[in-house]
């Protein structure tokens, strides 16, 4: 039976970066807008965080019963290394996504854009599908796609949405930078268990491109990232460059290094980091233009 610490160790706390620094930039948008929503702003991190923690119990359960998960490294799984139940880890999935689901319905009535509720049905189908389902589209080297989506455009132009009720160019440029980094993220993940992915039939987009290509994937990602902050300074502050700079340097040093697998757990909480204090940066900075 999995301990409390296991089970909060299971909900992948480093991964929770991904989901507030969307929020966090969607919402320094409204504030530089004159539209914040403080009430709208906390359903949307409401709905963002349940989504992550949703997902990765989701991953747990789904890679743990195709028995992809036995030979991982890195945090605990609950059910490749049969500490809980796999009909308790998928139950918890739910509640999570129900959660998000009632935070969700409750923007859509707040806002009254009913079609809010398709893009929410979408983010609870894309994250059960990752990993689970007879076709899951993490198996098949399309995780980054559905994360540049689903953890960079949908939640920062979302959750400045639901606040201005606008879209802006400056929105969707911004959100490609944190949807890029969170895709960051998702490679050093994938680059750590590339060999018992290549094992288990896992196809994730390390696995087909191989090490050498995965690692430079992971600096186009930085350097998306980059970019979009750059369009975003130009208009805003410079000194957001300074500090996004100072933050790449030790994890594309790992990365580039070739550090391997447990090895690579530094550069992915480092990069974890890095989406959190980009987020708020970038956040703040907009907020105070």
């Given at each position: 039976?999995?301990?409390?610490?296991?089970?909060?160790?299971?909900?992948?706390?480093?991964?929770l970066p991904?989901?507030?620094?969307?929020?966090?930039?969607?919402?320094?948008?409204?504030?530089?807008?004159?539209?914040?929503?403080?009430?709208?702003?906390?359903?949307?991190?409401?709905?963002?965080?349940?989504?992550?923690?949703?997902?990765?119990?989701?991953?747990?359960?789904?890679?743990?019963?195709?028995?992809?998960?036995?030979?991982?490294?890195?945090?605990?799984?609950?059910?490749?290394?049969?500490?809980?139940?796999?009909?308790?880890?998928?139950?918890?999935?739910?509640?999570?996504?129900?959660?998000?689901?009632?935070?969700?319905?409750?923007?859509?009535?707040?806002?009254?854009?009913?079609?809010?509720?398709?893009?929410?049905?979408?983010c609870v189908?894309?994250?059960?599908?990752?990993?689970?389902?007879?076709?899951?589209?993490?198996?098949?080297?399309?995780?980054?796609?559905?994360?540049?989506?689903?953890?960079?455009?949908?939640?920062?132009?979302?959750?400045?949405?639901?606040?201005?009720?606008?879209?802006?160019?400056?929105?969707?440029?911004?959100?490609?930078?944190?949807?890029?980094?969170?895709?960051?993220?998702?490679?050093?993940?994938?680059?750590?268990?590339?060999?018992?992915?290549?094992?288990?039939?896992?196809?994730?987009?390390?696995?087909?491109?191989?090490?050498?290509?995965?690692?430079?994937?992971?600096?186009?990602?930085?350097?998306?990232?980059?970019?979009?902050?750059?369009?975003?300074?130009?208009?805003?502050?410079?000194?957001?460059l300074l500090?996004?700079?100072?933050?790449?340097?030790?994890?594309?040093?790992?990365?580039?290094?070739?550090?391997?697998?447990?090895?690579?757990?530094?550069?992915?909480?480092?990069?974890?980091?890095?989406?959190?204090?980009?987020?708020?940066?970038?956040?703040?900075?907009?907020?105070?233009?």
């Amino acid at each position: 039976m999995a301990t409390l610490g296991q089970w909060v160790e299971g909900s992948r706390p480093r991964t929770l970066p991904a989901a507030i620094a969307p929020v966090v930039i969607g919402t320094g948008l409204a504030i530089n807008a004159d539209s914040l929503r403080v009430d709208r702003a906390g359903l949307a991190l409401v709905v963002a965080l349940a989504l992550q923690v949703g997902v990765n119990f989701a991953n747990d359960y789904s890679d743990g019963i195709r028995g992809t998960d036995d030979e991982r490294v890195g945090p605990v799984r609950l059910v490749g290394q049969n500490l809980a139940r796999p009909q308790t880890v998928r139950l918890t999935a739910f509640i999570a996504f129900g959660i998000a689901c009632l935070a969700g319905l409750e923007l859509v009535l707040a806002t009254q854009v009913w079609w809010l509720l398709i893009i929410g049905v979408a983010c609870v189908a894309a994250a059960w599908l990752y990993t689970g389902g007879p076709q899951p589209y993490g198996y098949h080297g399309l995780g980054e796609v559905f994360v540049l989506i689903f953890f960079g455009i949908v939640p920062v132009v979302g959750t400045f949405y639901v606040q201005s009720e606008t879209i802006t160019l400056a929105a969707v440029i911004a959100s490609i930078g944190v949807g890029a980094l969170a895709c960051a993220v998702l490679v050093t993940n994938n680059l750590r268990d590339l060999p018992s992915d290549q094992e288990v039939g896992k196809y994730t987009l390390a696995v087909r491109l191989g090490d050498h290509c995965t690692r430079f994937l992971y600096v186009a990602c930085i350097a998306t990232a980059a970019i979009t902050t750059i369009l975003v300074a130009a208009s805003i502050s410079w000194l957001i460059l300074l500090a996004l700079a100072i933050l790449l340097i030790a994890p594309i040093r790992l990365v580039l290094g070739g550090a391997f697998g447990p090895a690579l757990i530094p550069a992915l909480k480092q990069t974890g980091l890095l989406v959190l204090f980009y987020g708020l940066g970038l956040g703040v900075l907009i907020a105070l233009a």
